[in-house]
């Protein structure tokens, strides 16, 4: 899985805003999945499958 340019990532305090501005699609991710996506794009490596499939879904 790559990430998709048409992403805009947007940190807050509680976790992260993941907006695809080409599908339109918002995925809002708490501290515990910023964390495995921070990993994700750091390392290349997925830890959580329900994360991987959510991202599939539309916003990468």
């Known amino acids: 899985m790559k990430l998709s340019k ?5 940190e807050l ?5 993941i907006y695809n501005s080409q599908t339109t699609g ?5 501290a515990e999945y910023t964390s495995s996506f921070k990993k994700f794009i750091d390392t ?5 499958c329900d994360l ?6 539309g916003v990468c």
Do not use: P, S, T
């Open 6 to 10: 048409f992403n805009i990532i947007e």
């Open 13 to 17: 305090d509680q976790g992260l805003i």
């Open 26 to 30: 918002v995925l809002f991710l708490n």
């Open 44 to 48: 290349g490596i997925m830890d959580r």
């Open 52 to 57: 991987e499939e959510e991202l599939k879904m």
